[in-house]
């Protein structure tokens, strides 16, 4: 038996959001649909959120939640309806419909467990990226400078991690765009400029040269002496 959270704002039974789970033995507790519910909740094997209405809300609480660093698989439910719009970027790591049956959601709960243990055992660090004091998680979607947590925004998060992936290497604004916004994003480059300075202030006077300015190119991410040393050496 598995001890399941339950994310809603309905005030209907678990098993009238996801009628599935009347069918197995798992133990589900329900919570208000908000990344601070899960502050006090008891340990659990996974965390459901229901999603069948205000899309636009439940995917910025997913992205909130696995931002937490939320140590077990985060399913979103859904109408058919929904599949149309979720994306990757709302850091779930499955998605259940609410016609499942019992045996498709005990397998997607299996296989969610499973894929999160194996990612956590045999590879614990390479969803960090290390550079020049900067500690980039991708996996809690938090980012520390010298051991100093970062308070980013999520596209403030995105757009730190692509520049540290690619130390020295400069991208025009558009490239960036695309990179990071998305080739559906309808903005002018200038977002590209207002989010560069809000990442400066957050990284401090100390550190702000970590992002540099290529005049009337773009940015690139610009490694100290020693890490540019050590990936030149990487390569040769």
Same mark, same amino acid.
């Given at each position: 038996?598995?001890?399941?959270?339950?994310?809603?704002?309905?005030?209907?039974?678990?098993?009238?959001?996801?009628?599935?789970?009347?069918?197995?033995?798992?133990?589900?507790?329900?919570?208000?649909?908000?990344?601070?519910?899960?502050?006090?909740?008891?340990?659990?094997? $996974?965390?459901?959120?229901?999603?069948?209405?205000?899309?636009?809300?439940?995917?910025?609480?997913?992205?909130?939640?696995?931002?937490?660093?939320?140590?077990?698989?985060?399913?979103?439910?859904?109408?058919?309806?929904?599949?149309?719009?979720?994306?990757?970027?709302?850091?779930?790591?499955?998605?259940?419909?609410?016609?499942?049956?019992?045996?498709?959601?005990?397998?997607?709960?299996?296989?969610?467990?499973?894929?999160?243990?194996?990612?956590?055992?045999?590879?614990?660090?390479?969803?960090?990226?290390?550079?020049?004091?900067?500690?980039?998680?991708?996996?809690?979607?938090?980012?520390?400078?010298?051991?100093?947590?970062?308070?980013?925004?999520?596209?403030?998060?995105?757009?730190?991690?692509?520049?540290?992936?690619?130390?020295?290497?400069?991208?025009?604004?558009?490239?960036?765009?695309?990179?990071?916004?998305?080739?559906?994003?309808?903005?002018?480059?200038?977002?590209?400029?207002?989010?560069?300075?809000?990442?400066? $202030?957050?990284?401090?006077?100390?550190?702000?040269?970590?992002?540099?300015?290529?005049?009337?190119?773009?940015?690139?991410?610009?490694?100290?002496?020693?890490?540019?040393?050590?990936?030149?050496?990487?390569?040769?």
């Amino acid at each position: 038996m598995s001890h399941l959270l339950l994310l809603t704002k309905s005030t209907q039974s678990s098993a009238e959001v996801l009628p599935a789970l009347a069918l197995l033995p798992h133990s589900v507790r329900i919570l208000p649909a908000e990344a601070s519910a899960l502050l006090d909740a008891p340990p659990c094997d $996974a965390v459901l959120v229901d999603g069948r209405n205000d899309l636009a809300q439940v995917r910025s609480l997913t992205r909130v939640i696995r931002t937490t660093g939320i140590e077990c698989p985060l399913v979103l439910i859904l109408t058919e309806g929904g599949l149309a719009v979720v994306a990757a970027d709302w850091g779930m790591d499955d998605v259940i419909l609410t016609t499942a049956g019992p045996a498709e959601l005990e397998a997607r709960l299996r296989l969610s467990q499973g894929r999160l243990a194996e990612a956590r055992d045999g590879h614990e660090d390479s969803h960090l990226i290390s550079t020049s004091g900067l500690v980039v998680d991708e996996a809690t979607y938090t980012a520390k400078l010298e051991g100093r947590t970062l308070d980013l925004t999520f596209k403030e998060f995105e757009l730190l991690k692509f520049l540290a992936q690619h130390p020295g290497r400069v991208f025009t604004r558009q490239q960036l765009l695309q990179e990071v916004w998305g080739y559906d994003y309808f903005g002018g480059t200038r977002t590209v400029d207002v989010h560069v300075r809000r990442l400066r $202030a957050k990284l401090g006077a100390d550190n702000e040269t970590l992002i540099g300015t290529v005049r009337n190119v773009g940015y690139r991410f610009v490694a100290t002496k020693a890490d540019a040393r050590d990936t030149a050496d990487a390569k040769a």
